[in-house]
């Protein structure tokens, strides 16, 4: 099996064309860059793994990429959780690695939330993409898996589906605001 890399840092706002065939490349890094969106990723039809670290990144809309197991987007400015899962869950339906570290949507007790904040945004993601075995920095293990299954249940909270991602993503809040 021929195993390619694609890494490019620098200041690009957008993909590059590429000058030669990318069908083989099946690692892809764009980290440090200033991408704020991600038109041309489908020229990279086999990657397995895409890594767009410390970009400018705030929407993830990504084309149906079969064989990528590894995605990391950590620091970007990432804040519309369930949008992103309802592409991810259609778009990538074999990944088994993500990072969504320092990105709003992601909490940490440091910046904006606490342990609980934390556990809750993993529930949410481990039980929307079924095939996920590791995110940010722990691996998803059988009992927290079955956990999410239940708190999601319990807590009523609906998982991403085709339609909510095909919605725009604006929320509106009807009723008076808790004082």
Request: proline content about 7%; overall charge positive; hydrophobic content about 35%.
């Amino acid at each position: 099996k021929q195993w390619y890399q694609r890494r490019v840092r620098g200041n690009l706002i957008c993909i590059p064309t590429p000058v030669r065939d990318v069908s083989g490349v099946t690692v892809v890094d764009i980290s440090y860059n200033s991408l704020k969106m991600l038109n041309g990723i489908h020229q990279y039809e086999r990657v397995e793994e895409l890594i767009l670290d410390n970009n400018r990144l705030s929407q993830l809309c990504l084309p149906p990429l079969p064989h990528l197991k590894t995605l990391s987007i950590n620091n970007n400015n990432l804040q519309d959780l369930a949008r992103i899962l309802g592409n991810l869950e259609i778009s990538v339906p074999q990944l088994t690695y993500l990072s969504m570290l320092s990105n709003p949507l992601c909490p940490n007790e440091l910046m904006s939330g606490d342990e609980d904040d934390y556990q809750m945004y993993r529930f949410t993601v481990i039980n929307s993409l079924k095939s996920l075995k590791f995110l940010d920095s722990r691996p998803v293990i059988p009992r927290e898996r079955e956990d999410s299954q239940r708190h999601i249940e319990f807590s009523g909270v609906k998982r991403p589906t085709l339609a909510n991602f095909r919605e725009s993503s604006t929320v509106t809040f009807k009723g008076t605001p808790l004082r």
